[in-house]
């Protein structure tokens, strides 16, 4: 059993001490490590929105395909709602096949049903009737209340690593998100959802761009190489066809961390949301006291 009281606490010092946002992951069933426990991320973020005040949460990323559009956009708009227009919805078509399977959503169509989703989502939350007639959807003068706190909605970043996702990131979303990208790679990758804002007549200066990195804070580069690259072989996984590896870990000594995570803030990302080492309280620390003032 995870640990919720645990979560609390972690949330609460992650707000006292200053950081931006706090991010849940989303998996209905994993297959990394059957051990580990992932919460239902809406249900998470809403019992933490009662716990905090200023934070803001952050879906990194929930699995749309895998989701009733209608009855996820009540879900996240309650939870703007209830947590004072704090959400931050990350999202993402999937790449799990068994877990579609599961749930009974064909793995091939993710990509056209992601587009689907988002698009009812997003129609339930700016439109004041939504009448719409998609596959099995038949919304007919669909009226959802209460509206968002967020206005016109609450921003939403798309996730993902291939060609495709970026164009949607750079023409349909608020942004990209993604993780394990090296400054390198990332820098590659963000170009190209600028260039498809710039095609579809956007302006790509209106996008954010957010990358997640493991952080690990020890004593040097050695001491710590082992222990990272474990963590991230049984917790993590990285797509072989992507730019994402477990080379963009951040770790060894303060300076150490300072200088690799300096090399990411060059690239123009805007939000870098740091995954500490196994979850420890002592790394929140340690991040926020010993790393981030001296960036």
């Not at 640990?3 to 989303?26: H, K, M």
């Not at 206005?151 to 993902?160: E, K, Q």
Request: with cysteine; net charge positive.
């Amino acid at each position: 059993m995870p640990d919720i009281q645990g979560v609390y606490t972690y949330a609460e010092r992650a707000e006292a001490l200053g950081f931006e946002s706090l991010w849940a992951w989303d998996h209905v069933l994993l297959g990394v490590e059957p051990s580990f426990p992932i919460v239902d991320a809406i249900t998470m973020l809403g019992a933490v929105a009662a716990r905090t005040r200023k934070i803001k949460l952050g879906t990194g990323v929930l699995v749309l395909p895998l989701r009733n559009p209608v009855v996820a956009a009540k879900a996240l708009g309650s939870l703007d709602v209830i947590s004072g227009g704090r959400l931050i919805l990350g999202v993402a078509a999937g790449w799990y096949a068994r877990e579609f399977d599961a749930v009974g959503v064909p793995f091939k169509q993710r990509g056209r049903q992601f587009e689907r989703n988002l698009d009812i989502l997003m129609r339930l939350w700016t439109q004041d009737r939504v009448t719409l007639k998609v596959d099995e959807f038949n919304l007919r003068e669909a009226v959802m209340v209460p509206r968002t706190a967020q206005r016109p909605r609450p921003p939403v970043l798309i996730g993902g690593y291939v060609d495709a996702v970026l164009r949607r990131a750079g023409t349909v979303g608020d942004g990209w998100l993604t993780y394990f990208y090296t400054p390198e790679s990332f820098t590659k990758s963000w170009e190209k959802v600028k260039a498809f804002a710039r095609e579809a007549g956007r302006d790509p200066a209106r996008l954010t761009a957010t990358n997640q990195l493991a952080v690990y804070v020890g004593s040097s580069r050695e001491e710590t190489t082992a222990d990272m690259r474990q963590w991230l072989a049984t917790e993590w996984d990285t797509a072989a066809w992507s730019e994402s590896t477990i080379d963009h870990a951040v770790h060894g000594s303060v300076s150490d961390c300072i200088e690799q995570l300096r090399a990411h803030v060059r690239t123009g990302v805007h939000r870098i949301i740091l995954i500490p080492y196994r979850y420890q309280a002592e790394q929140v620390e340690r991040i926020a006291k010993e790393v981030l003032p001296k960036l």
